[in-house]
């Protein structure tokens, strides 16, 4: 006998939906985090030059690592991406209803 699956349609936010406080931030951090983890891969640093490259310890370079973002501020993560030298946009426009107040675009 075959059930039907229960599911229920995300917002688009994790972090919303589990109703967290932060949810927005929390998403950001967490795009941003994926991104410059994505980079330092790409790279085939071992952990001590990671955190030579970005100034921290080799427990933070481990925390980054294993995807612990909300340990770090967006501009701390920005700070490693511009330690990356990775170039930053950010941009400004009006809200619209049931979109996201902040959205990290890669390019």
Excluded: C, W
């Amino acid at each position: 006998m075959i059930k039907d699956i229960e599911f229920e349609k995300s917002s688009g936010n994790i972090f919303a939906d589990l109703g967290l406080d932060n949810a927005e931030d929390l998403q950001a951090r967490g795009m941003i985090g994926v991104h410059i983890v994505e980079l330092l891969k790409s790279k085939n640093l071992k952990q001590r030059e990671i955190g030579e490259l970005l100034s921290i310890k080799q427990a933070e370079v481990s925390h980054l690592l294993n995807g612990h973002f909300s340990r770090f501020t967006i501009d701390k993560l920005l700070a490693f991406l511009k330690d990356m030298e990775q170039k930053i946009t950010i941009q400004i426009s009006p809200h619209i209803k049931g979109e996201p107040y902040q959205h990290v675009a890669l390019g």
